[in-house]
């Protein structure tokens, strides 16, 4: 079946240093790609998806690109602040699917010192 | 500014209690979805509705209960709460589209 595999974390940055959150998955056809993030005490909120392949997803200074041939959608950020420090999920929603079930990788934790 | 609303917040109980998780959206979403997260972060789907009056097991067993009797409402109910029990439940709904999930705060219950 479908599956998201992430990078285990956390993951520990400085302030301003790049981040890189790796995610793979496994799916047949095209399946549409998600990074939701979840900060402490809270719920996911969508930080942002991409449908097709080479689309590339992009919103507060986060990027990720999907790559059909590596099967890959990793999240990127070219300057981490403090406020970033959450926990990251990368998800599909799998091809044809009309049922809005999303299949969640485990979860990367980032913090960011200042 | 939240559009779907998760009570309560956080709930400690007792070993055999019943216990009600309330969730509600003002979105009009078809589609509403229950997810337990467990302590390593984790998400699984128990519970899933396509609209009202349908419900379906999601992909991890649960001994919890749902019901949609209305649009908005998605309730889960344990008859009878353990201490297996003790997790994060969030609920979640989609549009008829269901391209994206918009997720509720989150309820923590503890089973002492």
């Known amino acids: 079946g479908d599956s998201v595999t992430q990078m285990e974390g956390p993951v520990t940055l400085s302030e301003e240093a790049f981040l890189t959150i790796n995610c793979t998955y496994t799916a047949t056809g095209y399946p549409s790609l998600f990074w939701y993030v979840q900060y402490p005490g809270e719920g996911l909120q969508l930080l942002l998806k991409a449908t097709k392949a080479d689309d590339k997803g992009s919103n507060k200074g986060f990027e990720a690109t999907y790559r059909k041939e590596t099967t890959s959608f990793h999240l990127e950020k070219g300057s981490v602040q403090v406020s970033d420090s959450a926990v990251y999920f990368c998800?599909?929603?799998?091809?044809?699917?009309?049922?809005?079930?999303?299949?969640f990788g485990q979860g990367t934790t980032l913090q960011v010192k200042p | 500014e939240a559009d779907i609303y998760q009570i309560p917040r956080y709930l400690v109980i007792g070993t055999g209690k019943k216990i009600t998780l309330e969730c509600s959206q003002t979105m009009g979403h078809d589609k509403m979805y229950w997810y337990q997260q467990d302590p390593g972060m984790e998400l699984h789907l128990i519970h899933y509705s396509y609209g009202v009056n349908s419900t379906e097991k999601g992909d991890l067993s649960s001994e919890s209960t749902v019901s949609r009797i209305r649009t908005e409402h998605f309730p889960l109910t344990l008859e009878s709460a353990r201490p297996s029990h003790t997790s994060q439940y969030l609920c979640a709904s989609s549009d008829t589209g269901a391209n994206v999930l918009t997720f509720g705060a989150g309820s923590r219950l503890t089973v002492l």
């Open positions: 998800a599909l929603r799998p091809f044809g699917s009309a049922t809005g079930k999303l299949i």
